[in-house]
């Protein structure tokens, strides 16, 4: 499979601060690659320096083999995590507007459907919800048709059900081969979406993999919680089970086995809660806080 986008040994000095620290991936063609981290672990100006926005100290980008030119523009799309609407214009003017600055486009037909933007297309941008705002900036980022899209955290303060119907839209780009490059601190997120992923933490590239190969490389446990006031204080130190605000969590290989043993000891169960390592524990193990610190 050939790399639609390779990062060569990127770094990014301001001053006496390294942001990105001979950064090193590549995107294939047709996935869902993503860029993990907490803020200040050197993502965002990755992305930015990938996107052209602002130039490397060192190291190179490469698109389809060719290095970043002026013309990237025309041949990215790119939703910023904030994007400013000109305000007293419908969704079908705004369409228009950013359909005049690029040379090729997208019929709007195939947008609004794409996007599903049909229900709000005469709606003054000052009155859009939170979903239908990102759904409309989602349709800006495909304008040009790009082969390459950039979600800069698209997501963020939208409420369950219209996260859920992001990600169907994502979902449905992605099936027209189009490579999407998407920053996200919802680990379900980059569980459901992503491909592939790498994960930064001090402008370092610390993990990088598939979600599947990275919790099987580091978990082979799963994780049991109960109530503490179900559990005895000389169990949980026999065993060096873990203490945390008002439960217990159980790390084991075993479920079966372990929920024998504290019936064996008159634990109850009520309250048990039984789940496998997903990538927020990974990048706790990794860098000791949660990515959503």
């Known amino acids: 499979m050939s790399a639609a986008v390779s990062v060569q040994s990127l770094c990014k000095h301001y001053k006496d601060v390294c942001a990105v620290d001979n950064v090193s991936f590549e995107v294939q063609q047709g996935h869902c690659f993503g860029l993990l981290g907490p803020n200040g672990a050197g993502k965002t100006t990755t992305i930015e320096i990938m996107e052209g926005i602002i130039s490397a100290s060192s190291g190179q980008v490469l698109y389809q083999g060719q290095l970043v030119d002026k013309q990237i523009s025309q041949q990215i799309g790119i939703q910023f995590q ?11 003017e705004t369409l228009n507007l950013f359909a005049a600055f690029y040379q090729n486009t997208v ?4 947008l609004i459907e794409l996007c599903d933007l049909t229900e709000f297309l005469n709606r003054d941008n000052r009155l859009l919800s939170g979903g239908q705002r990102q759904r409309l900036l989602l349709a800006l980022a495909l304008i040009n048709d790009p082969q390459i899209i950039f979600l800069d955290e698209p997501t963020t303060g939208l409420d369950p059900h219209a996260r859920r119907n992001f990600w169907q839209l994502i979902k449905n780009i992605k099936a027209q081969n189009k490579t999407i490059i998407l920053t996200t601190h919802y680990m ?11 994960i930064m933490d001090k402008g370092k590239i610390i993990e990088a993999g598939t979600p599947h190969q ?11 919680y109960l109530p503490q006031s179900q559990i005895s204080t000389v169990l949980v130190a026999k065993h060096g089970w873990n203490k945390l605000a008002d439960r217990v969590e159980i790390t084991s290989k075993n479920v079966e086995q372990t929920l024998t043993l504290l019936m064996g000891q008159g634990v109850s169960l009520d309250g048990l809660h039984v789940k496998s390592a997903n990538l927020d524990d990974l990048f706790l193990k990794l860098t000791g806080h949660s990515l959503q610190a």
Do not use: G, M, R, W
């Open 82 to 92: 904030n994007t400013a609407l000109q305000d007293y214009l419908t969704v079908k």
């Open 107 to 110: 019929p709007q037909e195939q």
């Open 188 to 198: 379900d997120e980059a569980e459901q979406l992503c491909d592939d992923i790498v």
């Open 214 to 224: 990275l919790l099987s490389k580091h978990f082979d446990d799963i994780f049991i």
